[in-house]
């Protein structure tokens, strides 16, 4: 597999030289680090632990994170260049795991105590221990109001009971903040708590197998009668749901992220293989066809980077983007879903074998329009603010 890699410094009004810098450095991990073992560690579902500590090291981790809770301050375009540069590791999946503690981490900077945020938010920007976000259930992830894992207050505990599942980083991490019912149906009976993992009580009953992301562990968590302190409580007991819908925003701008690159790599090599590949005496790039798709698939990947970009911008500003940002993942993910297609169908046969790049992306994509908020999601949140 060949990887080419390419900066997005000409969007010059969204990065500057710092941010470039930022992104040799992550590339530079990439090359050393992750690409030499990246087929294994998806064949074998997991990267090694102490990938978090190296990725620490460079500031990786910490990147967006108040500085004393071990963060490197930076505005939101540091976190997206990283964010990029991650993805040009080629695994979707390793994003995914080395990434988990910025949808578990959030919640417990915006609603904890200093105490908690000093708890929780050093260790893993160190790489020391690692965080994810329990919300999703079996019993279903999109309508989170009506989550089912109860946590019922005894003393100075929560009784927790119920089950979790797609649980990014689930099998081995140390943190988890859980999505609980401490209240009446609905809304208004969510909390959040974090779980640690040696609780009493918590264990994880399966590792998931998928049709992509295979180097991110993905689990469904077990909660039985498991003693969480109360001092583990994140925000206001029954206003839990409002951390959850706030968290929402920053997972779906990264999936936009996300969805962008795994188009941009796509058509990358799309155009290599079209000008090397011949097909009845001449290269694809021969044929008209090919040309026009390798343009449509340009014009998406531009128009949907720039979106994404117009959008992170007036978040880092402060603006509310809520509907913005679900149009951003939708379009991002519309754009992956053709691009990805395209390419494996310019790749011909060898698209859909093992071990050519375009093959992972087509299929680590697929889960970028139902994570996060599935674009079904996504469309009825665009809508109430039209309608
Ligand atoms: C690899 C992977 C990693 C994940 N990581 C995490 C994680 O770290 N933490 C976490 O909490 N969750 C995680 N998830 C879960 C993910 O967020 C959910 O899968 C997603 O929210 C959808 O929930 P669901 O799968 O239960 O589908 P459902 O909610 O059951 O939806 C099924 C279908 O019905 C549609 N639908 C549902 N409600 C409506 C409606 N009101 N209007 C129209 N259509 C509707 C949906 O769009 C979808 O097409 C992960 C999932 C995967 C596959």
């Known amino acids: 597999m060949t990887y080419e890699f390419k900066t997005q410094s000409t969007y010059q009004q969204y990065f500057t030289k710092t941010h470039d810098m930022v992104r040799k450095s992550v590339r530079e991990f990439i090359k050393k680090e992750v690409l030499p073992y990246i087929e294994e560690w998806e ?48 695994s979707a999946g390793l994003c995914a795991g080395l990434g988990s503690l910025n949808i578990a981490l959030p919640p417990v900077l915006s609603l904890g105590t200093e105490e908690q945020k000093k708890k929780f938010i050093p260790p893993v920007l160190s790489g020391d221990k690692i965080a994810a976000l329990a919300i999703t259930e079996p019993g279903g992830g999109s309508d989170v109001a009506n989550l089912r894992t109860t946590a019922v207050k005894d003393g100075d505990h929560y009784i927790v009971n119920g089950s979790k599942t797609f649980i990014t980083s689930g099998c081995r991490a140390d943190f988890i903040t859980c999505a609980v019912r401490t209240g009446p149906e609905g809304a208004h009976g969510i909390s959040l708590l974090v779980i ?97 798709k390798l343009a449509d698939m340009a014009t998406l990947v531009e128009a949907s980077t720039e979106f994404t970009y117009r959008v992170g911008a007036k978040i880092g500003a402060g603006v509310d983007q809520v509907k913005e940002v679900s149009m951003a993942k939708n379009f991002a993910c519309m754009v992956s879903d053709k691009v990805t297609y395209d390419a494996v169908q310019i790749f011909g046969g060898y ?25 079904e999601i996504m469309k009825e949140i665009i809508s109430k603010f039209m309608l």
């Open 351 to 375: 698209g859909f074998m093992r071990g050519y790049l375009v093959e992972r992306l087509y299929r680590d994509n697929r889960i970028l329009s139902i994570g996060g908020g599935t674009s």
């Open 43 to 90: 064949e074998t579902g997991e990267f090694p632990r102490e990938l978090y500590k190296k990725a620490a090291a460079l500031d990786i981790l910490s990147i967006g994170f108040p500085e004393e809770y071990g963060g490197t301050p930076g505005d939101l375009f540091f976190k997206l260049a990283v964010s990029e540069e991650l993805m040009r590791s080629g």
């Open 196 to 292: 640690e993992s040696d609780t009493p009580g918590f264990s994880v009953s399966n590792k998931l197998k998928k049709t992509g992301w295979w180097a991110s562990d993905t689990a469904e968590l077990f909660f039985d009668n498991c003693r969480g302190p109360v001092e583990n409580l994140i925000g206001q007991e029954n206003q839990g749901f409002y951390g959850i819908m706030i968290n929402f925003q920053g997972e779906r701008l990264a999936l936009a992220v996300m969805a962008n690159m795994t188009a941009r790599m796509a058509l990358e090599e799309s155009i290599k293989y079209a000008k090397e590949r011949q097909a009845f005496g001449k290269k694809l790039t021969g044929f008209q066809v090919t040309r026009h």
